[in-house]
């Protein structure tokens, strides 16, 4: 089966601080893909990366980065100085085979200014 | 504007009524999904569509649930019988796929938010 575990329900930070959300992911193919999603507010899930499971290069856009390590089974993500505008739930998922998104219940993040 | 559209925003019926939703994907996108979240929990697959045939359908959909896509184009979810416990978001979303193992990010709507009274 697989499964995506994001542990930290809930996180909150000062402006300009850094954070780094966890997902831990579980599943016996090879072949996968993982997303992350941000949940505003305003409710509309909006896609920020995709990485396939034979790229396990990290990737920065902006403040932005993701860390994938397949040995850990992890695919982290790090925001840089966090702003205000960054509060929202973020979603881990996992696809296997084309199919489904499989999503961790979410990690809420407030940023105070 | 080009993206996921879904109505209605919200809806708020008593239990026992039937409910119908309505997803229209992104124009070109072969694959059309819905999803349900409840309060505090991720999105939790219900079925999916590659163009008018429905692949997949999650063991949460039970018989009261009926999802179709008539022409590959919008596709609709209706619930008969509304129970309480069906009170959540229902989110649609649309990808593009070409076949083979690569595979695109599927694009959310805004959702449709249930109460069942």
């Known amino acids: 089966a697989q499964k995506v575990t994001q542990a930290q329900t809930e996180i909150s930070v000062v402006e300009k601080e850094d954070v780094t959300l966890d997902c831990v992911y579980e599943?016996?193919?090879?072949?996968?893909?993982l997303f992350w999603y941000k949940q505003p507010p305003s409710g509309e899930l909006v896609f920020l990366i995709r990485?396939?499971?034979?790229?396990?290069q990290n990737e920065i856009s902006g403040r932005y980065s993701w860390n994938f390590q397949k040995s850990t089974s992890s695919f982290n993500f790090t925001i840089t100085a966090s702003q205000v505008v960054d509060s929202a739930v973020y979603f881990c998922?996992?696809?296997?085979?084309?199919?489904?998104?499989?999503f961790g219940q979410g990690t809420r993040l407030t940023i105070n200014p | 504007d080009t993206g996921v559209s879904q109505d209605p925003r919200h809806k708020i019926t008593k239990r026992g009524q039937n409910v119908t939703f309505r997803c229209d994907p992104i124009?070109?996108?072969?694959?059309l999904y819905w999803y349900r979240q409840t309060l505090g929990q991720g999105p939790e697959f219900l079925t999916y569509?590659?163009?008018?045939?429905?692949?997949?359908k999650s063991r949460l959909l039970s018989d009261r649930f009926s999802a179709e896509r008539p022409k590959g184009s919008f596709s609709t979810l209706e619930i008969q019988r509304t129970e309480q416990g069906d009170s959540a978001m229902y989110l649609c979303?649309?990808?593009?796929?070409?076949?083979?193992?690569?595979?695109?990010?599927?694009?959310f709507g805004p959702g449709t938010r249930l109460t069942v009274l």
């Open positions: 979303a649309s990808s593009l796929e070409r076949g083979g193992f690569s595979y695109n990010e599927q694009f």
């Open positions: 599943t016996r193919d090879t072949t996968y893909y």
């Open positions: 990485r396939n499971s034979f790229d396990e």
């Open positions: 998922a996992l696809v296997i085979r084309a199919q489904k998104l499989v």
């Open positions: 124009s070109e996108h072969n694959r």
């Open positions: 569509f590659q163009n008018e045939a429905q692949l997949e």
